[in-house]
């Protein structure tokens, strides 16, 4: 029994003690050789230009030169195609002119606003050494609207979180910024006070925690902490439209116009008679001057609702 068990194992010691030691793709010096090598160096060398003229300034004094070069390399596309487009117009030529904040307040239940401290005007002392990330969110919710949404949405589940369940009832914004002096006054005044420039303000659109879509705490997470759940259908989701939805949508309006299109073919082929065929029956009478005529096949708004509604809207 013993003997018959040690015979596989001394056989798999054996294969693995002396047999030949099989190469080792990591000694070899390269990992690609002669076409293959010449292939992915040139796209290596096209993709660091690429990417180079992409991220340059495209003005100033190498203006021509960068167009040019696009024009060659059709950067622009494969940068959009590779998902690799960047936009670095926070350095110069082109700085930004103003300095941008974002307030945000809540309205509670109790009627009470208050600011949540989420921008950085008057508590950062410039200069600064650290910048942490909620500073670039603040700003890229002026610059782009759709964030604002998804951000009050989270705005009201956080107080709720940490407000023992209960939501505000609203999320306000308000738009703050102030004009950066031009070099020539900075210079003359030996530079500026940030804090000491002309504040601007405007109020922006806000969000009603109570129907902005995922603004509601889940039930899920409100059971975590011990909350009561939400009312039923209190919970907004969120209307998703997927290419296959309009692929859909598309797809049955074709199949309408077609349809129609069918329908008509058939009414027309019924109403002809043949050529050279004389019919029995007498000629219809002419209807009354007074009579309404009836809408002609395919009139009012059969088919003409489909290029809108809630199948054929746009995106």
Not at 131 to 150: A, H, W
Not at 206 to 230: E, K, S, V
Not at 262 to 270: L, N, S
Not at 306 to 312: L, V
């Amino acid at each position: 029994m013993s003997q018959a068990a040690e015979q596989p194992s001394s056989r798999l010691a054996d294969a693995l003690l002396r047999a030949p030691a099989a190469e080792d793709p990591s000694d070899q010096p390269w990992a690609y050789r002669g076409w293959a090598a010449l292939l992915v160096s040139l796209f290596i060398a096209y993709h660091t230009v690429a990417l180079l003229q992409h991220t340059t300034p495209a003005a100033g004094l190498a203006e021509r030169f960068n167009r040019k070069l696009a024009g060659i390399l059709r950067s622009g596309a494969y940068m959009r195609a590779t998902s690799s487009v960047q936009s670095w117009a926070m350095f110069a030529p082109n700085p930004h002119r103003t300095n941008q904040f974002l307030q945000v307040r809540v309205v509670t239940q109790a009627g009470e606003e208050l600011d949540l401290l989420h921008d950085i005007y008057g508590r950062r002392d410039y200069p600064y050494f650290f910048y942490d990330r909620m500073g670039k969110i603040n700003r890229r919710l002026i610059e782009q609207e759709r964030y604002q949404s998804p951000y009050a949405a989270w705005v009201c589940r956080e107080w709720a979180r940490t407000h023992g369940g209960e939501a505000p009832v609203r999320v306000n914004f308000t738009k703050m910024w102030t004009k950066v002096p031009p070099p020539a006054k900075a210079i003359a005044t030996m530079g500026f006070d940030p804090f000491e420039l002309k504040l601007h303000k405007e109020d922006l659109k806000g969000f009603d925690c109570a129907t902005t879509p995922h603004a509601q705490l889940p039930n899920d997470i409100r059971a975590r902490y011990g909350f009561a759940p939400l009312p039923e259908g209190a919970f907004v989701d969120i209307e998703q439209n997927t290419w296959h939805d309009r692929a859909e949508a598309k797809a049955r309006i074709l199949q309408r116009r077609r349809a129609v299109d069918t329908t008509r073919g058939g009414a027309e082929g019924k109403g002809k008679a043949p050529e050279g065929a004389q019919s029995d029956e007498p000629p219809a009478p002419e209807g009354d001057a007074d009579e309404p005529a009836l809408p002609a096949e395919g009139g009012g708004n059969e088919g003409g609702n489909e290029g809108g509604g809630a199948d054929g809207g746009g995106d």
